[in-house]
C-alpha cells in the first residue's frame, strides 16, 4: 500500500472493514513516512517498530475474529508524559530520562482495549510547562510548515506528528493550551475536554486542577472518535466525574446546517497587537457559520485580560510550590546527583535534572504559597478565577458555543521568544481562560497566513458540552477546505 | 498588593525549593520573575472582597472508595526505577549523624 498514513481514522475504518488494508498496512506506511520526514520535524523521541507491528499483527486478528471498534488497528503517538508500561515517559526532561513507566495511564489502557496500536512518543515542553515545544531537554521540533518555526506546545509532538502525516492521530494534553495552540500553529483539530471528563490517572501533572487529556487529529470527526474512548469515569481519578459518555463519533452527520444555533463573539478576544491576518481568518470563520444558518450574538467575558495573571499563579502554585514537581527528588526514581546528605542531594539532582523554565516555575509557585504571599497571590487568583468562570456562565445563557481565535498570531520563529518568558505567557491569553473555567474548547483549521502557516479557529461550549463544539466544528470542516491541505516537508 | 511585598529574593525562594541555582541563573530569573510578578499585580485591580475562591472547576467532595486490599505494582519494577538500590531497598545518603 502507500500513502496510508495520510487518511484519517474514519477512512481507514472503511479499508480496514473491506479489507482493502491491514493495520500492519497502515504501521508500514507510517513508519516509512517517519523514516521520510521526523529526521526533519523531530517530532518522536522513542519509536518502537517492533511492537507497533505486533499490536497492528494483533489488531488484524482480532479484526478477522469479528471485532470492529473504531479504533481497532489505528496506530496513535502518545505525548511523552502519559506512561505506558514499560516504555519511557520521560517528559522531555533529564530528570526522567532513566525513567521506565511501570503502569498504563487509563487514556492508555483504553486505547489498547479499544484496539489502537501504540506508536511512539512525541517530544513536549517539559513537563507540559512551555507553549512552544522549545523547552524540551530531549529533543528539537520543528513546524512542519515551515521548519523554521516552532510548533507551538506543550504538546508540539503531536501536532507537528499529525500534521506531517508521522501519525494518524495523537494524545496530547492541555493545561493552558497545550492541545489547541500547538495544533492551530501546526494545522490540525485539537480537543480540550471538559474538566473531570477524561481520567489523568498516569498523566504526568503540570498542574492537578488544570490538566486535561485530549486528541489532536486531522479531522473534527476523528477528534470525535477518539474522544469517545478515552472518556469515562475512572475510580483511580477522584476528580473524574460519573457522567455517561456520548457516542461522539456517530453523532456526526452529513447535514452541514448551524440553523437553530446561537454562536458568541467575544469582544475581549480580538485584542490588541493580535495578527491582522488571523484577525481576518477568524472573522471569515464567524461569517462562514452565519452562511450555514447560525445567530451571530456579541457576548462579553469581561475577565478575559486577567487571565493570564491568574493562569501563572495557580499553574505554578501547583506544580512547583504544591506538588507535582516536588515528586522529582532524587530519591525514589528518576535522576540523582549525590550529595553528603539529602538537601545537598535534592539541590543539585534538581539544577541537573531541571531546564530553565522548570526551575522558574517551580520557584515563583514556591513563592505565590510562602507565608506572608498566599492570600496576595494564590488565594486572590482563585477569586478571579471565580470571575472569569462566572463570565462564561454568563454568556452561555445567550449562546451554544462561542467563536474565537486561538492565538493572536501564527507560529513564531524557533528562538523568537526563548529569552523572554513574560512573552511567551502573553500568547496563551485566548486559552487559559477555558483551563481556568473548566469547560471544553476545540481549534480547528481556519485559513493560513500569507507566509503559509496554519491559523486557528477556536470554539468554546460549556461543561460537558463537546457535542456542540464537534458539531461546530465538523460543519465549518465540511464546507471549508483548509484541513485537506498537507505541508511540504523538504 | 504591591505595598506589603519587599519583592522576591530568587536565592532564598529557590533553596526553599531545593534547587541549586548558580549566580547567572540566579540573577537572570530575578529579573525575569520581577516582571512576572510586576504583570500579575494588575489583579490588585478588582473588588474581590465577597467572591469565594475556586480551587476546581468542578469540586467534587469525600470521593471514598471501599476498603479494600488492591494489587500493588511488582516490587521490582519499583526497584528497577531506584537511582540506587541494596538487597531490594532504595538506597539514600545518611540523615542522622550518629
Known amino acids: ?490 | 498588593m504591591s505595598e506589603e511585598n519587599q519583592g522576591m529574593d530568587v536565592g532564598y525562594v529557590a533553596h526553599l525549593a531545593r534547587i541549586d541555582l548558580t549566580a547567572e541563573e540566579t540573577s537572570l530569573f530575578q529579573s525575569q520573575l520581577d516582571q512576572v510578578l510586576h504583570y500579575v499585580e494588575q489583579l490588585g485591580e478588582l473588588d474581590v472582597n465577597d467572591v469565594e475562591p475556586t480551587a476546581h472547576a468542578f469540586p467534587v467532595y469525600n470521593v471514598l472508595r471501599k476498603d479494600e486490599p488492591g494489587k500493588s505494582l511488582p516490587h521490582a519494577d519499583i526497584i528497577a526505577n531506584a537511582p540506587a538500590a541494596t538487597d531490594g531497598e532504595i538506597r539514600v545518603p545518611k540523615i542522622i549523624d550518629q
Open chain 1, 1 to 490: 500500500m502507500d500513502g496510508l498514513n495520510k487518511l484519517t481514522i474514519a477512512e481507514l475504518a472503511e479499508k480496514l472493514a473491506s479489507g482493502e488494508c491491514s493495520s500492519v498496512d497502515i504501521v508500514n506506511d507510517v513508519f516509512a513516512s517517519i523514516e521520510a520526514t521526523d529526521g526533519t520535524i523531530g517530532a518522536y523521541l522513542t519509536l518502537d517498530r517492533d511492537s507497533a507491528l505486533e499490536q497492528a499483527k494483533a489488531a488484524d486478528a482480532s479484526r478477522a475474529a469479528g471485532e470492529t471498534s473504531p479504533m481497532l488497528g489505528i496506530p496513535v503517538a502518545i505525548k511523552d508524559l502519559l506512561n505506558v508500561k514499560g516504555q519511557p515517559c520521560t517528559c522531555s526532561s533529564k530528570i526522567l530520562e532513566d525513567y521506565t513507566a511501570p503502569y498504563d495511564a487509563t487514556v492508555i489502557a483504553k486505547l489498547r482495549e479499544a484496539g489502537a496500536v501504540l506508536l511512539g512518543r512525541v517530544n513536549m515542553d517539559e513537563f507540559a510547562m512551555g507553549s512552544s515545544t522549545e523547552n524540551a531537554a530531549l529533543g528539537k521540533t520543528s513546524n512542519p510548515w515551515n521548519t523554521d518555526h516552532v510548533p507551538g506546545g506543550s504538546s508540539g509532538g503531536s501536532a507537528a506528528c499529525v500534521a506531517a502525516d508521522e501519525a494518524i492521530v495523537a494524545l496530547g494534553s492541555d493545561t493552558g493550551g497545550s492541545i489547541r495552540q500547538p495544533a492551530a500553529f501546526c494545522g490540525c483539530v485539537g480537543v480540550k475536554p471538559t474538566y473531570g471528563r477524561v481520567s489523568r490517572y498516569g498523566l504526568t501533572a503540570f498542574a492537578s486542577s488544570l490538566d486535561q487529556i485530549g486528541p489532536l487529529s486531522k479531522t473534527v470527526k476523528d477528534s470525535a472518535i477518539l474522544l469517545e474512548v478515552l472518556c469515562g469515569h475512572d475510580p483511580m481519578d477522584s476528580s473524574s466525574i460519573e457522567m455517561d459518555v456520548p457516542d461522539f463519533g456517530n453523532k456526526l452527520g452529513d447535514d452541514p446546517s448551524l440553523a437553530g444555533m446561537k454562536l458568541g463573539l467575544p469582544k475581549e478576544y480580538f485584542v490588541e497587537g493580535m495578527d491582522p491576518e488571523v484577525e481576518k481568518s477568524v472573522r471569515d470563520a464567524v461569517e462562514h457559520c452565519k452562511s450555514l444558518g447560525a445567530e451571530i450574538v456579541d457576548v462579553s467575558l469581561p475577565h478575559s485580560k486577567y487571565a493570564i495573571a491568574v493562569y501563572y499563579i495557580i499553574a505554578t502554585a501547583e506544580s512547583g510550590g504544591a506538588g507535582c514537581s516536588v515528586e522529582f527528588d532524587g530519591i525514589r526514581y528518576g535522576l540523582r546527583i549525590d550529595g553528603k546528605d539529602p538537601i545537598e542531594l535534592y539541590g543539585k539532582t534538581r539544577a541537573a535534572g531541571f531546564g530553565s523554565e522548570v526551575k522558574r516555575r517551580i520557584i515563583l509557585g514556591t513563592y505565590v504559597l510562602s507565608s506572608g504571599y498566599y492570600d496576595a497571590y494564590y488565594l486572590r487568583a482563585q477569586k478571579v478565577r471565580t470571575l472569569i468562570r462566572n463570565d462564561f456562565t454568563e454568556a452561555f445563557k445567550r449562546c451554544d458555543a462561542i467563536l474565537a481565535p486561538v492565538t493572536p498570531t501564527p507560529a513564531y520563529r524557533l528562538g523568537e521568544k526563548t529569552d523572554d518568558p513574560l512573552k511567551m505567557y502573553l500568547d496563551d491569553i485566548l486559552t487559559t481562560p477555558v483551563n481556568l473555567a473548566g469547560n471544553c474548547a476545540l481549534s480547528l483549521p481556519c485559513g493560513f497566513s500569507s507566509d503559509g502557516l496554519p491559523i486557528g479557529l477556536q470554539i468554546i461550549a460549556d461543561s460537558f458540552d463537546e457535542e456542540t463544539i464537534l458539531k461546530v466544528g465538523h460543519a465549518y470542516e465540511q464546507t471549508t477546505e483548509w484541513h485537506t491541505r498537507k505541508p511540504e516537508i523538504s
